[in-house]
């Protein structure tokens, strides 16, 4: 049986899990060199990457003995998604705005 994907709106929303998206973002790193960024154990670090994992949003890779944590751009498709049709909504309704004020001042 598969297991389900995590919500990646559920991952995103904790500031913590947003950290370490923004750390990935410059380089993939190693889970210790992560652990290193934060005020809290490998061990609470690891969950919050076995979230974001499982969310989608990041891979991980084997090499040698680290396990490296790199974003999954493909992981972020639901978020762009959901952000380009709000962005959609408030352009339309600006132009509208825009429109209408255009034509009270003809």
């Known amino acids: 049986m598969s297991k389900k994907k995590l919500d990646v709106f559920q991952a995103i929303a904790?500031?913590?899990?947003r950290a370490i998206l923004i750390l990935?973002?410059?380089q993939a790193l190693p889970?210790?060199?992560?652990?290193?960024?934060?005020?809290?154990?490998?061990?609470a670090v690891s969950k919050h990457?076995?979230?974001?994992?499982?969310?989608g949003l990041i891979r991980i890779e084997e090499s040698?003995?680290?396990?490296?944590c790199m974003l999954?751009?493909?992981?972020?498709?639901e978020?762009?998604?959901?952000?380009?049709f709000f962005e959609k909504y408030w352009n339309?309704?600006?132009?509208?705005?825009?429109?209408?004020?255009?034509?009270n001042n003809q």
């Open 64 to 68: 040698g003995r680290e396990r490296y």
């Open 92 to 103: 339309d309704k600006l132009h509208l705005l825009g429109k209408l004020l255009d034509d």
């Open 72 to 77: 999954n751009q493909n992981g972020f498709r």
């Open 31 to 43: 889970i210790n060199a992560l652990a290193e960024n934060f005020d809290m154990s490998r061990p």
């Open 24 to 26: 990935l973002a410059a």
């Open 14 to 17: 904790d500031p913590t899990r």
């Open 49 to 55: 990457v076995k979230v974001l994992h499982e969310s």
């Open 79 to 84: 978020v762009t998604n959901w952000f380009a």
